[in-house]
């Protein structure tokens, strides 16, 4: 082992943050050497509003070898498919925005130029009518997919709605159980090396030292090292995504589970329902320039469908990212790298992906500025990614019946964003850029969901026989609607294989 290796990882923080990347992290200490320790206190909540989740989770899981009926018994999980968007383009608007694809292509040319040629004239479905993702989501049905290439139900995707709080306690035990160490305790210091100003030791307020060689921040909002120590500043992304206030609160699950997340707007934000076995989550993210706390409140309690179970857990954030993600010898996770509203189930992504990344860069002691340089630009540009993908949702409302909506239709948007927007308006174009989280079946979903229609489709797509192409389009809404109706129901799924304990 060289002279220079890691031997001692300290994340600070547990949490979901935490324990996803102690779990991940605890393979280091297969070399006899290395240490990983979480230091954490009972004393400090976690936020654990982060209970949806996207298809990527599948593969942290399988990663560390979890179970899945297992995972989800211990957090009262159900299956998502998508997310449902209510009363976004217009009051009243109602789509699915599912995971897995729209249809096939024909001839190398995009499915969805087709739609575009052929709905309008009444010779296609509506688009979700080719997902047999989305088409099992409204039927309230689940099945794993079939790996069997060419079959429909190969591009059934689906992820997770779990209790985040029980997650990251699912995951201390795996952790714990592989020699990971907790140590209980508030840290009072923070210790740094002269002359660099390395992190050498968190101190706790019981006098407790505890040195290392690497950090990893997983402190929440605070940023208690990557921020509170070394300084590292903050992007504002609050004139893109006002919202800056949450309430979080639980209420009785009701019957059916359905199995995907609905994100209802409200006058100056929206609302997020995700349905669990043992309750139902629910919040509503809103910007207090056009609402008080108390209507905030009040618009949340109203629209519950089950019986309240807690009062409202208010939240104050800033959207946004650190300016570093990982700064000397100390890395950011979750919320103390940044914050990006949970409209897209992406929290949990992030902290997944930094994980990731740091291991395909994991540091000696040397701690090379190359492989750091590369993380934070790597890290910058997929939150920018994503930060262009939720505020697209606000650009494109068509509510004029109060003033946040109008504000959003209205703002300035990143350069980005634009060029995504009037690439799609002008022929229906979808393009990603280094390969971005999210799929061109997902920009296509937002943006027809929400109203842009583009002025023209691919003229491609009239070089093939229009009785040829109505035909397959038949066929393909055919082949999706069997399918998904084969499948049990989502409830039942859950009954055989994964009921959590009473």
Same mark, same amino acid.
């Given at each position: 082992?060289?002279?220079?290796?890691?031997?001692?990882?300290?994340?600070?923080?547990?949490?979901?943050?935490?324990?996803?990347?102690?779990?991940?992290?605890?393979?280091?200490?297969?070399?006899?050497?290395?240490?990983?320790?979480?230091?954490?206190?009972?004393?400090?909540?976690?936020?654990?509003?982060?209970?949806?989740?996207?298809?990527?989770?599948?593969?942290?899981?399988?990663?560390?070898?979890?179970?899945?009926?297992?995972?989800?018994?211990?957090?009262?999980?159900?299956?998502?498919?998508?997310?449902?968007?209510?009363?976004?383009?217009?009051?009243?608007?109602?789509?699915?925005?599912?995971?897995?694809?729209?249809?096939?292509?024909?001839?190398?040319?995009?499915?969805?130029?087709?739609?575009?040629?052929?709905?309008?004239?009444?010779?296609?479905?509506?688009?979700?009518?080719?997902?047999?993702?989305?088409?099992?989501?409204?039927?309230?049905?689940?099945?794993?997919?079939?790996?069997?290439?060419?079959?429909?139900?190969?591009?059934?995707?689906?992820?997770?709605?779990?209790?985040?709080?029980?997650?990251?306690?699912?995951?201390?035990?795996?952790?714990?159980?592989?020699?990971?160490?907790?140590?209980?305790?508030?840290?009072?210091?923070?210790?740094? &090396?002269?002359?660099?100003?390395?992190?050498?030791?968190?101190?706790?307020?019981?006098?407790?030292?505890?040195?290392?060689?690497?950090?990893?921040?997983?402190?929440?909002?605070?940023?208690?090292?990557?921020?509170?120590?070394?300084?590292?500043?903050?992007?504002?992304?609050?004139?893109?995504?006002?919202?800056?206030?949450?309430?979080?609160?639980?209420?009785?699950?009701?019957?059916?589970?359905?199995?995907?997340?609905?994100?209802?707007?409200?006058?100056?934000?929206?609302?997020?329902?995700?349905?669990?076995?043992?309750?139902?989550?629910?919040?509503?993210?809103?910007?207090?320039?056009?609402?008080?706390?108390?209507?905030?409140?009040?618009?949340?309690?109203?629209?519950?469908?089950? &019986?309240?179970?807690?009062?409202?857990?208010?939240?104050?954030?800033?959207?946004?990212?650190?300016?570093?993600?990982?700064?000397?010898?100390?890395?950011?996770?979750?919320?103390?790298?940044?914050?990006?509203?949970?409209?897209?189930?992406?929290?949990?992504?992030?902290?997944?992906?930094?994980?990731?990344?740091?291991?395909?860069?994991?540091?000696?002691?040397?701690?090379?500025?190359?492989?750091?340089?590369?993380?934070?630009?790597?890290?910058?540009?997929?939150?920018?990614?994503?930060?262009?993908?939720?505020?697209?949702?606000?650009?494109?409302?068509?509510?004029?019946?109060?003033?946040?909506?109008?504000?959003?239709?209205?703002?300035?948007?990143?350069?980005?964003?634009?060029?995504?927007?009037?690439?799609?308006?002008?022929?229906?174009?979808?393009?990603?850029?280094?390969?971005?989280?999210?799929?061109?079946?997902?920009?296509?979903?937002?943006?027809?969901?929400?109203?842009?229609?583009?002025?023209?489709?691919?003229?491609?797509?009239?070089?093939?026989?229009?009785?040829?192409?109505?035909?397959?389009?038949?066929?393909?809404?055919?082949?999706?609607?069997?399918?998904?109706?084969?499948?049990?129901?989502?409830?039942?799924?859950?009954?055989?294989?994964?009921?959590?304990?009473?």
């Amino acid at each position: 082992m060289s002279d220079m290796a890691i031997r001692s990882v300290v994340i600070v923080g547990g949490g979901t943050a935490g324990w996803m990347a102690a779990a991940a992290l605890c393979r280091l200490q297969l070399n006899g050497s290395t240490s990983v320790t979480v230091v954490e206190s009972d004393e400090i909540g976690v936020v654990g509003v982060g209970e949806a989740t996207i298809p990527p989770i599948r593969t942290y899981n399988t990663m560390l070898g979890l179970d899945e009926r297992e995972m989800l018994r211990a957090t009262g999980g159900t299956y998502k498919l998508g997310i449902e968007f209510v009363n976004w383009g217009k009051a009243g608007d109602l789509y699915l925005h599912p995971f897995g694809s729209f249809g096939r292509d024909i001839e190398a040319i995009r499915f969805h130029q087709f739609w575009l040629k052929y709905f309008p004239l009444g010779l296609a479905a509506p688009l979700a009518e080719y997902n047999v993702t989305a088409v099992a989501a409204k039927l309230n049905r689940f099945f794993h997919p079939n790996p069997e290439p060419g079959t429909v139900l190969n591009s059934f995707e689906y992820a997770y709605h779990f209790d985040a709080t029980l997650y990251g306690r699912f995951l201390r035990s795996y952790a714990e159980a592989r020699g990971v160490k907790r140590q209980e305790g508030k840290i009072a210091e923070v210790k740094q &090396r002269d002359p660099d100003g390395f992190i050498e030791a968190v101190v706790l307020a019981d006098g407790t030292r505890v040195s290392g060689d690497l950090f990893i921040d997983c402190s929440g909002f605070r940023g208690l090292l990557i921020e509170q120590t070394l300084h590292c500043g903050y992007e504002d992304w609050s004139h893109w995504l006002p919202c800056d206030r949450a309430l979080a609160v639980p209420s009785e699950s009701v019957k059916p589970l359905i199995p995907y997340t609905r994100a209802t707007a409200h006058t100056a934000g929206w609302q997020w329902r995700i349905p669990l076995q043992h309750r139902t989550g629910n919040g509503y993210i809103y910007c207090s320039r056009y609402v008080s706390d108390d209507e905030a409140s009040a618009t949340v309690l109203k629209n519950l469908d089950g &019986r309240v179970l807690g009062e409202p857990r208010p939240l104050k954030f800033v959207t946004g990212r650190r300016r570093k993600f990982w700064n000397r010898n100390c890395v950011a996770l979750g919320l103390a790298a940044g914050f990006l509203e949970p409209l897209e189930s992406t929290s949990i992504y992030l902290i997944q992906s930094g994980i990731a990344r740091l291991l395909a860069l994991f540091p000696d002691r040397t701690y090379n500025e190359v492989e750091i340089d590369e993380y934070n630009r790597l890290t910058e540009l997929q939150m920018e990614q994503i930060r262009d993908f939720i505020i697209l949702h606000y650009k494109l409302t068509q509510r004029d019946d109060a003033p946040f909506w109008r504000f959003c239709a209205s703002m300035e948007i990143p350069q980005t964003l634009t060029r995504k927007i009037n690439l799609f308006r002008r022929r229906g174009r979808i393009v990603r850029y280094q390969d971005e989280l999210f799929t061109e079946d997902s920009w296509l979903a937002v943006m027809l969901g929400q109203n842009l229609k583009p002025e023209r489709y691919d003229p491609l797509v009239d070089m093939l026989a229009q009785d040829n192409t109505v035909a397959v389009l038949r066929r393909m809404q055919s082949l999706v609607r069997q399918a998904a109706e084969s499948l049990p129901a989502h409830s039942d799924f859950i009954e055989r294989h994964c009921a959590a304990p009473a």
